[in-house]
């Protein structure tokens, strides 16, 4: 059984930063690319960064592209999104989530955790 677990949102002022962490539990690790979503009240959910099994292939979102970077620690079993320079249009529940399978665009993701609240204040 696979379970994510988010943890490091908060409130923050604009031009802050936060780490957050997503740690999951389950065999083989190390061999999951794994993604980070969030989701903004009235707003759908929107595919943030992602990264692949070893950490040498990353891709984001325009919107976070500069500020954000994800990252991973596969014997930790843990998934980091390191936010910088954040503005108050990033305030959103932050989930993280497993790909099921492949690369790019249009993937599809079977895991989720159950989200972690990132408020950014101006």
């Known amino acids: 059984q696979v379970r994510l677990v988010e943890s490091g949102g908060g409130l923050v002022q604009a031009g802050g930063s936060l780490r957050l962490s997503c740690t999951a539990s389950g065999r083989s690790f190390s061999s999951w690319t794994m993604g980070w979503f969030r989701q903004a009240p009235g707003k759908e959910r929107e595919f943030v960064a992602c990264?692949?099994?070893?950490?040498?292939?990353?891709d984001y979102a325009d919107s976070v592209k500069g500020r954000f970077t994800i990252s991973r620690a596969n014997a930790k079993n843990t998934v980091y999104l390191q936010m910088d320079s954040l503005k108050p249009e990033d305030t959103a529940v932050y989930y993280c989530?497993?790909?099921?399978?492949?690369w790019g665009p249009g993937v599809k993701y079977d895991y989720w955790g159950q989200g972690t609240q990132v408020t950014v204040s101006s």
């Open positions: 989530a497993r790909v099921l399978t492949g």
């Open positions: 990264i692949n099994y070893s950490g040498s292939g990353t």
